[in-house]
């Protein structure tokens, strides 16, 4: 099959060579997914589960992409709940290749059914940001209707997600991001959008949630506008930021078959609009992940046409 794969952590996205590999087989519980549109994250290629496997050891020469629409064509022993020929999307385990190739093994587990109207497309770019944006707000930030939360980077990937989906339950959001951002924010849902180069963040007063997705300073300042019993989550990874009186929660999203199918019905009946910047085939990914110029919105790897 072709497949892209990285050898050098150094060289990130530079490094991706389009290769033939062997199809892979189907483990107990897995099954083999025919790609038809692959996501891949920007800085996959830093994470320390992209370069190795649960034992530490290194897995070297990496397939990279987590984010699958594609077509079961085979299952492993034991596998239930999927069948030959299903169409199907969710997120792959970061251990253990990916999904920018022709084929991938997932634990079925990992994947939810793809309804017959939605477009592979849509349904591979919706997996991440959906999934993060949902577990982020609703399992770990408690956000529900009459409550406030601050959106970190509310016109990216991730952040417009996480707008749309607090909207819609009811929350006030204030977005941020960089001023050339803010109409993006604002289009998606947002009520108030904070300039993170000019504006102070203490401006907005305090809210019950913060979510996330810059780390480092922003989040730490950030942390001083929960109020008290609020709760800051973070994407961005490990954070030092600690709320005075309330909780701080750094997560890694999980593939979740429940909420895949919630967060696709959300995308069928149009009250979520997916935030994708470049479609290109498998033959392209190389150049499309390497652009002359930033491409804002997510990159899907249109793998089969
Ligand atoms: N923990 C997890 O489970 C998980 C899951 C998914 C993603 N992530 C991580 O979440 C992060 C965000 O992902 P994404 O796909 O949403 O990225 P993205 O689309 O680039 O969104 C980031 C947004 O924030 C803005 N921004 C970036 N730096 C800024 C700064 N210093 N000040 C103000 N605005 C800034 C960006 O504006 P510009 O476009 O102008 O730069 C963009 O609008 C990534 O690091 C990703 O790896 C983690």
Same mark, same amino acid.
């Given at each position: 099959?072709?497949?892209?794969?990285?050898?050098?952590?150094?060289?990130?996205?530079?490094?991706?060579?389009?290769?033939?590999?062997?199809?892979?087989?189907?483990?107990?519980?897995?099954?083999?997914? #025919?790609?038809?549109?692959?996501?891949?994250?920007?800085?996959?290629?830093?994470?320390?589960?992209?370069?190795?496997?649960?034992?530490?050891?290194?897995?070297?020469?990496?397939?990279?992409?987590?984010?699958?629409?594609?077509?079961?064509?085979?299952?492993?022993?034991?596998?239930?709940?999927?069948?030959?020929?299903?169409?199907?999307?969710?997120?792959?385990?970061?251990?253990?290749?990916?999904?920018?190739?022709?084929?991938?093994?997932?634990?079925?587990?990992?994947?939810?059914?793809?309804?017959?109207?939605?477009?592979?497309?849509?349904?591979?770019?919706?997996?991440?940001?959906?999934?993060?944006?949902? #577990?982020?707000?609703?399992?770990?930030?408690?956000?529900?209707?009459?409550?406030?939360?601050?959106?970190?980077?509310?016109?990216?990937?991730?952040?417009?997600?996480?707008?749309?989906?607090?909207?819609?339950?009811?929350?006030?959001?204030?977005?941020?991001?960089?001023?050339?951002?803010? #109409?993006?924010?604002?289009?998606?849902?947002?009520?108030?959008?904070?300039?993170?180069?000019?504006?102070?963040?203490?401006?907005?007063?305090?809210?019950?949630?913060?979510?996330?997705?810059?780390?480092?300073?922003?989040?730490?300042?950030?942390?001083?506008?929960?109020?008290?019993?609020?709760?800051?989550?973070?994407?961005?990874?490990?954070?030092?930021?600690?709320?005075?009186?309330?909780?701080?929660?750094?997560?890694?999203?999980?593939?979740?078959?429940?909420?895949?199918?919630?967060?696709?019905?959300?995308?069928?009946?149009?009250?979520?609009?997916?935030?994708?910047?470049?479609?290109?085939?498998?033959?392209?990914?190389?150049?499309?992940?390497?652009?002359?110029?930033?491409?804002?919105?997510?990159?899907?790897?249109?793998?089969?046409?």
């Amino acid at each position: 099959m072709k497949a892209i794969i990285v050898t050098d952590q150094a060289a990130g996205t530079a490094g991706m060579k389009l290769v033939e590999r062997p199809e892979p087989q189907a483990a107990i519980n897995d099954v083999v997914v #025919q790609v038809h549109a692959s996501g891949f994250t920007g800085d996959e290629l830093t994470w320390s589960p992209t370069w190795t496997d649960r034992l530490n050891r290194d897995r070297a020469p990496i397939i990279p992409g987590h984010e699958v629409a594609g077509v079961v064509t085979a299952l492993g022993y034991g596998t239930t709940g999927l069948s030959v020929g299903q169409r199907v999307f969710g997120l792959t385990d970061w251990y253990r290749d990916g999904t920018l190739a022709e084929y991938v093994a997932v634990e079925a587990r990992n994947l939810a059914p793809l309804p017959g109207d939605v477009d592979f497309t849509l349904g591979a770019a919706l997996v991440m940001p959906g999934l993060t944006a949902w #577990q982020g707000l609703f399992d770990h930030g408690r956000l529900r209707s009459g409550l406030s939360v601050l959106v970190h980077g509310s016109a990216g990937v991730v952040g417009s997600m996480a707008t749309q989906l607090a909207r819609e339950a009811g929350a006030y959001v204030i977005g941020t991001g960089r001023a050339a951002g803010r #109409q993006t924010a604002l289009d998606f849902g947002a009520q108030e959008f904070v300039d993170l180069d000019s504006d102070a963040l203490q401006g907005i007063g305090g809210v019950d949630l913060v979510f996330d997705v810059l780390g480092g300073d922003i989040a730490r300042r950030s942390a001083g506008v929960v109020r008290a019993g609020g709760t800051l989550v973070t994407i961005a990874g490990p954070t030092n930021a600690r709320v005075a009186d309330g909780r701080t929660i750094d997560f890694v999203v999980e593939s979740d078959r429940a909420q895949l199918t919630e967060i696709v019905q959300r995308v069928r009946d149009g009250r979520l609009r997916l935030n994708i910047g470049n479609v290109a085939a498998l033959d392209d990914a190389v150049a499309a992940f390497n652009p002359a110029k930033r491409v804002s919105g997510k990159t899907i790897i249109r793998v089969r046409a």
